[in-house]
């Protein structure tokens, strides 16, 4: 069975020899204007299928890196961003308004919530609409920050609600209740079909970090259109070798020429593997962060420790500056744009060379060629 096969291997080499160097089965060489006139028609054709089927998965790869690198990564900053401010500013009204048996704090009276609370609550807002303007969410993700959004001014009239009745402890509480139900910190009544706030932020980065995954991902376009790619270089080069060799056995020609227009098609795989290696790199950070965001949350400092719970935001806010700050130096040396220019100005010179390996066999074989067209 292995000799069998093995012998067909053998012969469909030499077939395949054969009719790249222009020879006939009985070993005679071909006629060289059909020949050439075919290598002329044959040789761009083929380079040009290579250079389309890895601009195809290049670009493929670098268009998702794109969208990691200025829609999703922003979208789940921000939406981070927002999960932690709402939870802070849940702290500071507890620590404001007491909860449960709790007494509000005396000064609650004459400053009420004070600055830190509203301040807190205008950056969970701003975060939501600067993560729905990141252009990463789908219409229904888009309807669904509007819905949070809606829900953080509700959440915010339960919370001033309980302020303005902090002098009576059932009102306040029942407010305060509310307040922490709709925000969904594990406390309060919750209503069952309507998913808290939080909740709905967890599960709006959960999707972006799915579609981070996919993104991420090898996928079958870029996979299929590279592998297709270095089957068509293998022709592509068994294609140039045996027309030299015709070229040499028939024209009595070395062409050094047509080797140097041929080699560009080829060097551009390597130019565009070394980038599409870049930007997977990126891709995987980018992912590599999602997750350490979907894991950056605050610790409540029980009791009237502002103190801690400041350190706290002022911590966790310096983490995801730094999760942001790290993913975009590591975009930046991966150098994804730079590669992008590199790719694009080799395909363009291995563009221009495949037509020039057209007219060089047009060039050596043209009175072959007038000849032929002469004839009747």
């Known amino acids: 069975m292995t000799r069998r096969l093995t012998r067909r291997v053998r012969a469909a080499g030499r077939a395949l020899w054969r009719w790249s160097s222009g020879r006939t089965p009985s070993g005679d060489r071909r006629s060289t204007a059909r020949f050439l006139l075919g290598r002329m028609l044959l040789l761009p054709a083929v380079a ?7 601009a195809t998965a290049y670009f493929n790869l670098q268009g998702r890196t794109e969208q990691l690198r200025d829609r999703y990564a922003p979208a789940l900053v921000e939406l981070t961003h927002a999960r932690i401010s709402l939870t802070l500013a849940q702290y500071e009204a507890e620590r404001r308004l007491g909860t449960g048996e709790d007494e509000p704090l005396p000064q609650t009276a004459l400053v009420g919530l004070g600055e830190r609370y509203p301040s807190l609550l205008t950056e969970a807002s701003q975060s939501l609409n600067n993560a729905a303007q990141t ?3 789908g219409k229904a993700q888009e309807q669904e920050v509007r ?11 339960w919370i001033n609600w309980a302020n303005s009745h ?20 594990g406390r309060g009544p919750i209503d069952a079909t309507s998913p808290a706030l939080l909740d709905r932020v967890r ?5 972006l970090r799915a579609d981070v995954d996919d993104l991420s991902a090898w996928t079958a376009l870029p996979v299929g259109a590279a592998s297709a790619a270095l089957l068509a270089a293998l022709v592509f080069t ?5 027309t030299l060799n015709f070229v040499r056995g028939q024209l009595r020609i070395r062409s050094p020429l047509l080797t140097v227009f041929a080699v560009p098609v080829l060097l551009v795989l390597v130019v565009l593997a070394f980038g599409a290696a870049g930007q997977h790199r990126a891709q995987q950070y980018v992912r590599h962060t999602a997750g350490n965001l979907g894991a950056v949350s605050v610790a409540h400092a029980a009791g009237d420790s502002i103190k801690k719970e400041i350190k706290s935001e002022i911590d966790t806010d310096t983490l995801i500056e730094e999760e942001d700050e790290q993913l975009a130096a590591n975009l930046r040396d991966t ?10 100005l080799a395909l ?7 037509v020039a390996c057209g007219f060089t066999l047009f060039h050596y074989g043209r009175r072959h060629l007038a000849i032929h067209w002469r004839s009747p």
Not at 238 to 242: A, I, K, Q
Not at 335 to 344: D, K
């Open 348 to 354: 363009a010179i291995a563009s221009a060379t495949t």
């Open 203 to 207: 599960s709006l980065e959960k999707e």
């Open 238 to 242: 068994f294609t140039v070798v045996g």
């Open 135 to 137: 252009k990463a969410l």
């Open 166 to 185: 902090h002098g009576s402890d059932e009102l306040r509480r029942a407010g305060m209740e509310y307040a922490t139900g709709l925000l969904g910190s």
């Open 335 to 344: 150098h994804p744009g730079t590669w992008a220019s590199a790719a694009a």
């Open 147 to 157: 819905v949070i959004s809606g829900l953080v001014v509700a959440y915010d009239d």
């Open 48 to 54: 040009l299928t290579v250079l389309a089927l890895a």
